[in-house]
């Protein structure tokens, strides 16, 4: 399994992005588990962000609710993370994966990220 995200860059405080995690070698209608983005800032942990499970139900940490929306494209194989009203805080490198919808786990390893930069 496979699952590369993509979408980030380099933004202003208040800008917004869009990132996609594409997966390969499952289909993502068939995953009972959830989808889920998560990020690493430098120095921290990995921290779940958002995730969406097959029904479509989401759940979202604290400090992204209300600016990030999470959706998915089954169709396409493919998860989104929009995100709008970014803060400096929000910088970090985004990963995706498959795991609980309160993405305390994770099924697989941890594809190539991608970064989020946002400048004050």
């Known amino acids: 399994v496979q699952l590369q995200a993509s979408g980030g860059g380099l933004v202003q405080a208040g800008g917004s992005l869009r990132l996609s995690c594409a997966a390969s070698g499952i289909i993502f209608r068939t995953v009972a588990n959830a989808m889920g983005w998560y990020r690493q800032a430098p120095g921290n942990q990995r921290e779940p962000v958002a995730t969406i499970t097959s029904g479509g139900s989401t759940n979202y940490a604290d400090s992204v609710k209300g600016r990030f929306t999470i959706s998915r494209d089954d169709a396409k194989n493919t998860v989104y993370l929009e995100m709008n009203s970014l803060k400096p805080e929000d910088t970090a490198v985004y990963y995706c994966?498959?795991?609980?919808?309160?993405?305390?786990?994770?099924?697989?390893?941890w594809g190539q990220g991608t970064q989020v930069t946002v400048s004050s």
């Open positions: 994966n498959v795991g609980s919808s309160d993405g305390r786990w994770v099924r697989y390893s």
